[in-house]
């Protein structure tokens, strides 16, 4: 079977595991572009990383500028705002490219900002203009469910001082920049075969002075 039938192979399975067969098959046919996720960030309310994975090359200048720069915009987006925005000009298509003829134009340049905030922490997914905003933000909330159900009400620290288990669900839903995965129950088990969890230890004292009942316990979303 080659890369060509692959799509029909696959027509019962999932939109988002699909996705992993437009992305193989993406090296075979150069003009042809699939939904993409460019960048992961989370940050905490005053603007510290606490997770930056990119999918998009880039220098790491032009990343510390572009974390600066996105944490600003939806810092201070009021409570009201929706939950996505345009990427700032750093890193979004220039005017130029606009001349370029629609046959050669590639859609895979990140254009979109999608987050959500949680307490104390801000979840962020840079991504094309061809993936869905309300896609993205049930993507987040996997995420974010997934980590609480691993870590047994998930807290910022958690994410500091394990993040090899925040970087394995990340993972499990993320495979060079295409969505493969957003059944939480498979995502959970996946990094549990994984053996990447991280039991805490010490005394709980120092949870309850940072974010206390978790990231989702008691706490809503930002935004609709």
Same mark, same amino acid.
């Given at each position: 079977m080659d890369l060509s039938d692959l799509g029909q192979y696959f027509a019962d399975v999932p939109v988002y595991s699909r996705r992993l067969v437009g992305w193989l098959s993406y090296g075979v046919d150069k003009n042809w572009h699939t939904a993409m996720i460019n960048a992961v960030l989370v940050f905490n309310n005053s603007g510290q990383p606490r997770l930056t994975?990119?999918? *998009? %090359?880039? #220098? +790491? /200048? $032009? %990343? %510390? &500028? !572009?974390?600066?720069?996105?944490? *600003?915009? $939806? /810092?201070? &987006?009021?409570?009201?705002?929706?939950?996505?925005?345009?990427?700032?000009? !750093?890193? /979004?298509?220039?005017? @130029? @490219? *606009?001349? *370029?003829?629609?046959?050669? +134009?590639? =859609? #895979? =340049?990140? =254009?979109?900002? +999608?987050?959500r905030h949680y307490a104390t922490l801000y979840f962020i997914v840079i991504s094309t203009s061809t993936e869905s905003p309300l896609a993205l933000l049930d993507l987040i909330q996997v995420f974010v469910e997934a980590l609480d159900r691993l870590f047994e009400n998930v807290c910022e620290l958690d994410l500091i001082f394990h993040f090899e288990t925040l970087h394995a669900v990340l993972g499990e839903m993320i495979v060079g920049g295409v969505v493969v995965e957003t059944g939480l129950e498979k995502v959970v088990r996946g990094v549990r075969e994984q053996g990447k969890i991280t039991r805490r230890t010490g005394n709980t004292g120092g949870r309850s002075a940072g974010l206390g009942a978790g990231i989702l316990g008691g706490f809503g979303l930002r935004g609709v």
């Open positions: 994975k990119f999918y *998009t %090359q880039l #220098d +790491t /200048a $032009v %990343q %510390q &500028r !572009l974390i600066s720069e996105i944490f *600003t915009l $939806v /810092a201070n &987006r009021p409570s009201s705002s929706c939950n996505f925005l345009p990427l700032p000009p !750093l890193l /979004a298509p220039s005017k @130029s @490219s *606009t001349t *370029t003829p629609a046959s050669s +134009t590639p =859609t #895979d =340049t990140p =254009t979109l900002i +999608t987050y």
